[in-house]
């Protein structure tokens, strides 16, 4: 099974994304879905989690501009991602999380600029 990473794309600032992270097949028993991303010169970091139950998480730098969701029924996570920012340059990264495996996604770019 794969996770197949799609959305980003060149914005302006201010302007608004949604990514979206679609899993190839059946992923049995996910607990944590994320988003990640990577901007140019940086480390990966953590954007954003979604739980079983619906539980959340948003980085700092990102809260009140991304929203983290998914779609059960179709294995599908995605992010709403508002009021973009330069520094909100980099490649994002999709991951599933069950109790056996890891799968990330390819990645997206998303370049926010002027």
């Known amino acids: 099974v794969q996770l197949q990473a799609s959305g980003g794309g060149l914005v302006q600032p201010g302007g608004s994304l949604r990514l979206s992270c679609a899993a190839s097949?059946?992923?049995?028993?996910?607990?944590?879905m994320a988003w990640y991303r990577q901007g140019p010169g940086k480390q990966r970091e953590l954007v954003a989690t979604?739980?079983?139950?619906?539980?959340?998480y948003h980085a700092d730098s990102v809260k009140g501009r991304f929203t983290i969701s998914r779609d059960y029924t179709r294995n599908t996570l995605y992010l709403q991602m508002n009021s973009l920012k330069p520094e909100d340059t980099a490649v994002y990264y999709c991951?599933?999380?069950?109790?056996?495996?890891?799968?990330w996604g390819q990645g997206t770019q998303v370049t926010v600029s002027s």
């Open positions: 097949g059946i992923i049995f028993d996910v607990n944590t």
């Open positions: 979604i739980r079983r139950g619906g539980y959340t």
């Open positions: 991951n599933f999380v069950t109790p056996r495996d890891d799968y």
